[in-house]
């Protein structure tokens, strides 16, 4: 447990879209007597609204472009300015370059919308996925929490659970179940990652 005179582990949320889950793992560390906190959002797009929940929230942001992203010259001193000590894929549609996942080696986690290995590699985010989960008729889908190495979504796992998908459930039906599980599991297993 931390006290509150205790140094807190810095998280960056790197997010390319909505935000809800950035803003869910903001939300569970501001509230929770957890030894992490978000101390900055990393974005790829300046009018993500991810952006908007990061100023709501009182969290610094900072929007980048993929060169940006792939300069460590440019990245690793920001992140230093923030003492990030670890860093959380909430929906960031870049891959991360490998200087990166070196200097943070088993600190950089995603959460992938699938049971992966199924479902996961480019062009596999959001929507899509639910999508093609639903249109092969899978009986079940879920959420893969894993660790970020070189390869698309290949990384060592986590934390999955899944949920059941009902014959006549559309994407949107198993998009809804997919983020419940999400906002349940995401935060509370980077904390337990922290410990």
Request: proline content about 5%; aromatic content about 8%; hydrophobic content about 40%.
């Amino acid at each position: 447990m931390s006290t509150p005179n205790q140094t807190k582990i810095n998280i960056a949320v790197f997010a390319s879209g909505n935000g809800s889950n950035a803003q869910n793992i903001i939300e569970y560390f501001n509230s929770s007597d957890s030894v992490g906190r978000v101390a900055l959002i990393v974005c790829n797009k300046k009018d993500a609204y991810v952006l908007t929940r990061a100023e709501q929230l009182g969290v610094p942001a900072i929007v980048l472009s993929r060169a940006q992203l792939n300069d460590p010259q440019y990245i690793l001193p920001i992140l230093e300015k923030y003492n990030i000590d670890f860093i959380a894929l909430a929906g960031f549609l870049l891959m991360i370059p490998s200087f990166l996942i070196e200097r943070y080696e088993d600190r950089i986690v995603n959460i992938h919308p699938s049971l992966l290995p199924k479902y996961g590699g480019k062009g596999m985010y959001g929507h899509f996925i639910h999508e093609a989960v639903v249109e092969a008729r899978e009986s079940e889908s879920g959420i893969t929490i894993h660790k970020v190495n070189s390869s698309c979504d290949d990384g060592e796992i986590v934390f999955q659970t899944s949920i059941n998908i009902a014959p006549d459930d559309t994407a949107d039906d198993v998009e809804a179940k997919i983020h419940a599980l999400e906002k349940m599991h995401y935060p509370r297993v980077i904390d337990e990652m922290l410990r």
